[in-house]
Nanobody
Framework: QVQLVESGGGLVQPGGSLRLSCAAS????????VGWFRQALGKEREFVAS???????DYADSMKGRVTISRDNAKRKVYLQMTSLKPDDTAVYSC????????????????????WGQGTQVTVSS
């Protein structure tokens, strides 16, 4: 099993930046795809970005150009760098992991992920 802990959330002004971190323990981390998802109050959980085992990157259209996902398997961490943040980006951001085959690149469906962190709040407000 993989345990995940997010950090890096907080209050930021519109146009600002944040870097979220997802630290993993347990399991063979390098054999897992990792995704970031967010859920705003009263809204459905939505896909933000994912990185596959082989390093393939995928971004939600709403976030493309404003977020960068990366992973450091040696440190067992995944990062989500967010820039040009907007009030609509306010949400709880969670990372999730799932064991996949090497060539699996479609990691957008949150129901495919068995392992989740507790989430970190991101609030974009002046």
């Amino acid at each position: 099993q993989v345990q995940l802990v997010e950090s890096g959330g907080g209050l930021v002004q519109p146009g600002g930046s944040l870097r979220l971190s997802c630290a993993a323990s347990g399991g063979a981390f390098s054999r897992h795809a990792v995704g970031w998802f967010r859920q705003a109050l009263g809204k459905e959980r939505e896909f933000v970005a994912s990185i596959s085992r082989s390093g393939n990157l995928d971004y939600a259209d709403s976030m493309k150009g404003r977020v960068t996902i990366s992973r450091d398997n040696a440190k067992r961490k995944v990062y989500l760098q967010m820039t040009s943040l907007k009030p609509d980006d306010t949400a709880v951001y969670s990372c999730a992991a799932r064991h996949t085959i090497l060539t699996a690149h479609d990691n957008r469906d949150y129901t495919d992920y068995p392992y989740w962190g507790q989430g970190t709040q991101v609030t974009v407000s002046s």
